[in-house]
Protein backbone atom coordinates (compact mmCIF):
# COMPACT_ATOMS: atom_id res chain seq x y z
CA UNK A 1 0.00 0.00 0.00
CA UNK A 2 1.16 3.67 -1.28
CA UNK A 3 1.79 6.20 1.92
CA UNK A 4 2.63 9.53 1.98
CA UNK A 5 4.32 10.61 4.97
CA UNK A 6 4.71 14.49 5.03
CA UNK A 7 6.14 17.36 7.38
CA UNK A 8 6.55 20.45 8.17
CA UNK A 9 9.70 20.50 6.15
CA UNK A 10 11.37 17.54 4.13
CA UNK A 11 15.17 17.46 3.54
CA UNK A 12 17.43 15.48 0.99
CA UNK A 13 19.76 15.80 3.08
CA UNK A 14 21.60 17.20 6.38
CA UNK A 15 25.08 18.46 5.45
CA UNK A 16 24.19 19.87 2.20
CA UNK A 17 23.00 23.05 1.13
CA UNK A 18 20.28 21.82 -0.70
CA UNK A 19 16.82 24.21 0.45
CA UNK A 20 14.46 22.35 2.16
CA UNK A 21 11.02 21.60 0.88
CA UNK A 22 8.07 23.80 3.09
CA UNK A 23 5.50 21.53 3.50
CA UNK A 24 7.08 18.56 2.07
CA UNK A 25 6.42 14.73 1.52
CA UNK A 26 7.32 11.47 0.92
CA UNK A 27 5.48 8.86 -1.26
CA UNK A 28 6.41 5.42 0.30
CA UNK A 29 5.37 1.66 -1.15
CA UNK A 30 6.71 -1.09 0.59
CA UNK A 31 10.21 -0.47 1.51
CA UNK A 32 10.74 2.14 -1.09
CA UNK A 33 10.56 5.77 -1.69
CA UNK A 34 8.98 6.26 -4.97
CA UNK A 35 8.27 9.99 -4.81
CA UNK A 36 8.77 13.47 -2.56
CA UNK A 37 7.90 16.57 -3.12
CA UNK A 38 5.52 19.26 -2.01
CA UNK A 39 2.86 17.43 0.17
CA UNK A 40 0.67 19.03 -2.95
CA UNK A 41 2.71 17.70 -5.55
CA UNK A 42 2.71 14.20 -3.75
CA UNK A 43 -0.89 13.94 -3.31
CA UNK A 44 -1.56 15.30 -7.43
CA UNK A 45 1.05 12.46 -8.36
CA UNK A 46 -1.05 9.82 -6.03
CA UNK A 47 -4.57 10.83 -6.09
CA UNK A 48 -6.17 9.20 -3.12
CA UNK A 49 -3.15 7.36 -1.28
CA UNK A 50 -3.31 7.03 2.38
CA UNK A 51 -1.34 10.56 4.39
CA UNK A 52 0.28 10.29 7.18
CA UNK A 53 1.25 14.09 8.98
CA UNK A 54 4.44 14.05 11.02
CA UNK A 55 5.45 16.95 13.49
CA UNK A 56 8.81 18.04 12.54
CA UNK A 57 11.02 17.45 9.47
CA UNK A 58 11.72 14.03 7.32
CA UNK A 59 14.57 13.62 6.11
CA UNK A 60 17.52 10.69 5.24
CA UNK A 61 18.25 8.25 7.99
CA UNK A 62 22.04 8.25 9.24
CA UNK A 63 24.01 5.13 9.00
CA UNK A 64 26.60 4.62 11.25
CA UNK A 65 29.38 3.04 9.49
CA UNK A 66 31.77 2.09 12.16
CA UNK A 67 32.59 -0.54 14.92
CA UNK A 68 30.27 0.02 17.69
CA UNK A 69 31.25 2.32 20.53
CA UNK A 70 32.28 0.48 23.52
CA UNK A 71 29.96 0.35 26.52
CA UNK A 72 29.43 -2.30 29.48
CA UNK A 73 26.86 -4.50 27.39
CA UNK A 74 25.51 -5.37 23.63
CA UNK A 75 22.17 -3.34 24.51
CA UNK A 76 23.87 -0.07 25.76
CA UNK A 77 26.36 -0.32 22.59
CA UNK A 78 23.24 0.09 20.14
CA UNK A 79 21.97 2.70 22.63
CA UNK A 80 25.16 5.05 22.30
CA UNK A 81 24.78 4.81 18.52
CA UNK A 82 20.86 6.06 18.70
CA UNK A 83 22.05 8.88 21.03
CA UNK A 84 24.52 9.79 18.22
CA UNK A 85 21.41 9.88 15.75
CA UNK A 86 22.11 7.21 13.72
CA UNK A 87 19.15 4.55 12.45
CA UNK A 88 20.88 1.73 11.34
CA UNK A 89 24.51 0.18 11.33
CA UNK A 90 26.60 -2.04 8.64
CA UNK A 91 25.62 -5.68 9.39
CA UNK A 92 29.47 -6.18 9.12
CA UNK A 93 29.30 -4.65 12.66
CA UNK A 94 26.14 -5.97 13.91
CA UNK A 95 26.55 -10.12 13.13
CA UNK A 96 27.55 -11.35 16.68
CA UNK A 97 24.69 -13.15 18.54
CA UNK A 98 24.43 -10.77 21.27
CA UNK A 99 23.40 -8.28 18.83
CA UNK A 100 21.20 -9.77 17.25
Given at each position: ?13 W ?19 V??G ?8 F????V????G????A??HL?P ?7 R??V????K ?12 T????
Amino acid sequence: MLTIHAADELRYGWDDDTEPVKDGAVAVEGDRAVWSGTLTEVQERFPGARVRRWPGVIGPALLHLGPLPDAPTPRERVHEVLKRGATAVLEEYADTPELQ
